[in-house]
Every structure is written in structure tokens, then in C-alpha cells.
């Protein structure tokens, strides 16, 4: 286990390690051997051969060799791709929470130290919390390894630890008042259906409503970028109806999603003659990347695509030559559905530049933010077509006069 735990470090998210870490690897079934081997001799104290020594050095040898794994981790962070740097992350997350919670709960449970140290141990019921907790470490390194694109870490921690905080902050009041109450019924002698029946639903629904509250405001404080590209989205959601032309919309369907969630790539395809052509400014795309999309060929995407929420985008296109690199290859398409066939677009937006995959809250903000372009689309639609009736009357009114 130790062993295939230190070639993991090593290898992760590649497979493959680079020399620095060959001559380690190379030493990895050697290092398995020998805690394998000092792990069953630690037996022979059945024998009556004393073991005590060689236990203390496989206990805390433990320590050591754990945290070895997290500095093998974050030694080899920076010389990884953005997008797999991402997925490191998940896999360092995960082993700074799990690791540290078995390592204290196998300490308090499988020996006297903390006793020793401090004259007292950690109760069963917290010992049993830090190993559930361990299992933290399972869900972020099976993230990160099933998953090619993640979200940023900082979004489950933040949200995990704003949870975690309210919920101990307002369990605890919660559990004293219930006794206060208790007393206060004997003491004035109130009827014993008073509380479950009609005070504590109160008192719960307006606790609720506080935690609700400060929770927002504390995600509101930490979580400031996800905010400003809300604004900007919303902004631009505004501006955008002002605009004259096709290309005017086209255009800031890629400008406005790039600098608002540091996109690292953003395309437009606008459907003209039943195909969807590439339109505007793109971003991250070079000119001979794919310039038309026939949906014909992909049924079952195009079924999703006008389902009017964004979808992942099938890694089938990836086999296409056209298409961007892999760190710039579009993980979402955002549909447009307008009242008009020209109204009808798609935006395939890549991932954010430090390599992250857009997450369920930006999602909606370019759904949100899609639906407003489609009206501009329309917009844009009924001032051609005015134009062109004020344009043919003209024409009429001209034909019609009488010949002098």
C-alpha cells in the first residue's frame, strides 16, 4: 500500500514520471519490501522477542513517510500543465484533510501518547468523526482521477467549510436553548405541546432563515471573483441589446464570457443555411480551426444542445484535426435559442486560464447570459426587417406616383 501510495505521487495525473523521480521509483518495490518486512516482525513479540523499538520507528515512520507524500505532491505541482495542475490540486486537498485526520485518529485509538502528552485522549465519538473524514480523501483523489477537467478545490472547500462552520455555530445554541425551554415549561408550569408544537418551529424556521443569511454573506466575502463576473455578465447582458448588427452580438458573446471567467478559448457558431458557422472574434480558436458544424453528424449532441442548457461538449469533436489543443478544446456549449433562425447560435467556451472547468454556478451565468443575446439576436432581426419593409414601401410609393 505505502509502496503503490509513493508511485502514485510520483506518476499522477500523466502516468509517466520525468528523471528526477525515475531513481525513487526505481527504490519503490525495495521501500515496500522493508515496511512489509518490519510491519510482520513486529509479530515476534508472540515469541517473547522484544518489539517495542521497531514498533515506535514503523508508528511514527508513518508520520514521516505521509508527509513525504504531500511535499512529493506539492514539489511536483508547478511543473504541470495548468490543466492537470487543477487536478493535482484536487489530490493535494484531499490528502491534507484525509491524511492528517487518520494519522491523529490512529494515534488517539492504537496508542497512550496523547494521554501521556496531555493527560487526556479524544472521545470515541470525535475519533470515529476523523476517520470519517478521512474518507475526504477518496472523494477528491476519485475526482481527480475520473475526472480529465475539474472545477477549482477552493469551491467544495469554501462551500464544504461555510457549512461545516454555520452548522456547528447554530447546533450548539439550538441544543441549550432546547434545555432552557425545558426548564422554563416546568417552571411556569406551560402545557408540554407548547414547544414541539408551536415555539420550536420558530424558533428553527428563524434560525434557518440566519444561517441562510450568513452563509450567503460569507460565500458573498470569499467567493468575490465569482460576483464581479456576475456583474460583468449582467452588465454586458444590458449593453448587448444596444447592438446594431449580427456581428455586434456575435462579438460580445465571446468578449464579455472571456474577461468576465477568464475563459481560456470562446467561439460563436450562429446557424445560417441550416449549419452552424463560426461568427466573431474568437478566442483561443485559430483560423484553421473548424469553421462549420453539421449537428446532422452528431444526433445525439444536437438532441442535448437545443434542450436550452449548456452541455458538456462530446469528446468525439476532439478527434476532429480542426479543433483546438487539448488545454484550449471547448469544455461547454451554451445554446441560443431565439424566436428566429438567425437566433439560433451556440457558444463552446474552454476552460479558465489556470485550467479549471467552468463550474455549476457559471453555468447558469452564461445561461442566463445567452438568453438575454438571443433577444438582442431578435432584436437585431426585427430592425433588418423593418428596415427592409420601410425600404420595399418606399420602393412601392415610388412606383406608384403618377408619370408627369
Not at 441544543?175 to 416546568?186: A, G, K, V
Not at 466575502?221 to 448587448?240: C, F, K, M, P, Q
Not at 439576436?377 to 408627369?404: H, S
Amino acid at each position: 500500500a505505502c509502496a503503490g501510495l509513493l508511485i502514485f505521487a510520483i506518476r499522477f495525473p500523466t502516468g509517466a514520471s520525468s528523471p528526477a523521480w525515475s531513481r525513487l521509483e526505481r527504490a519503490t518495490p525495495w521501500l515496500g519490501l522493508i515496511i512489509a518486512f518490519c510491519a510482520l516482525a513486529v509479530g515476534a513479540d508472540l515469541f517473547g522477542i522484544p518489539t517495542e523499538n521497531l514498533n515506535d520507528v514503523i508508528f511514527f515512520g508513518g508520520f514521516i513517510f505521509d508527509a513525504a507524500i504531500i511535499v512529493i505532491l506539492l514539489i511536483r505541482l508547478p511543473s504541470l500543465h495548468p490543466q492537470d495542475e487543477q487536478r493535482m490540486r484536487w489530490v493535494i486537498a484531499g490528502c491534507v484533510i484525509g491524511i492528517p485526520c487518520y494519522l491523529v485518529a490512529d494515534l488517539c485509538q492504537s496508542s497512550g501518547i496523547p494521554f501521556d502528552l496531555f493527560g487526556a485522549t479524544l472521545p470515541q465519538p470525535v475519533i470515529g468523526l476523523l476517520y470519517f473524514l478521512q474518507g475526504v480523501m477518496a472523494y477528491f483523489v476519485g475526482t481527480a482521477l475520473y475526472r480529465r477537467r475539474v472545477v477549482s478545490v477552493a469551491i467544495p472547500l469554501r462551500r464544504g467549510a461555510t457549512l461545516t462552520f454555520f452548522t456547528f455555530l447554530l447546533g450548539v445554541p439550538v441544543l441549550y436553548l432546547h434545555e432552557h425551554i425545558t426548564l422554563l415549561t416546568e417552571h411556569f408550569d406551560l402545557p408540554p405541546w407548547l414547544w414541539p408544537l408551536i415555539l420550536g418551529p420558530i424558533v428553527l424556521v428563524l434560525l434557518a432563515r440566519l444561517q441562510d443569511a450568513a452563509a450567503k454573506y460569507t460565500e458573498r466575502v470569499l467567493n468575490l471573483r465569482y460576483h464581479r463576473a456576475r456583474d460583468t455578465l449582467h452588465e454586458a447582458g444590458h449593453s448587448i441589446r444596444q447592438a446594431a448588427s449580427f456581428e455586434d452580438v456575435d462579438n460580445a458573446l465571446t468578449q464579455a464570457p472571456a474577461a468576465a471567467l477568464r475563459l481560456a478559448s470562446v467561439a460563436v457558431f450562429r446557424l445560417i443555411d441550416g449549419t452552424l458557422q463560426r461568427v466573431g472574434r474568437s478566442i483561443g480558436w485559430r483560423e484553421t480551426d473548424l469553421h462549420s458544424l453539421d449537428l446532422a453528424q452528431y444526433p445525439a449532441f444536437a438532441e442535448q444542445l437545443f434542450a436550452e442548457n449548456p452541455v458538456q461538449v462530446p469528446r468525439v469533436l476532439a478527434e476532429r484535426r480542426n479543433m483546438p489543443s487539448d488545454d484550449l478544446f471547448p469544455c461547454l456549449a451554451v445554446p441560443i435559442r431565439g424566436g428566429v433562425t438567425e437566433s439560433v447560435a451556440v457558444i463552446f467556451c474552454g476552460p479558465h486560464l489556470s485550467g479549471a472547468d467552468i463550474s455549476y454556478d457559471e453555468r447558469e451565468l452564461l445561461r442566463d447570459f445567452a438568453a438575454r443575446a438571443a433577444l438582442s439576436y431578435d432584436r437585431v432581426e426585427a430592425n433588418q426587417l423593418r428596415q427592409e419593409i420601410e425600404f420595399l414601401r418606399n420602393q412601392l410609393a415610388k412606383t406608384q406616383q403618377p408619370a408627369p
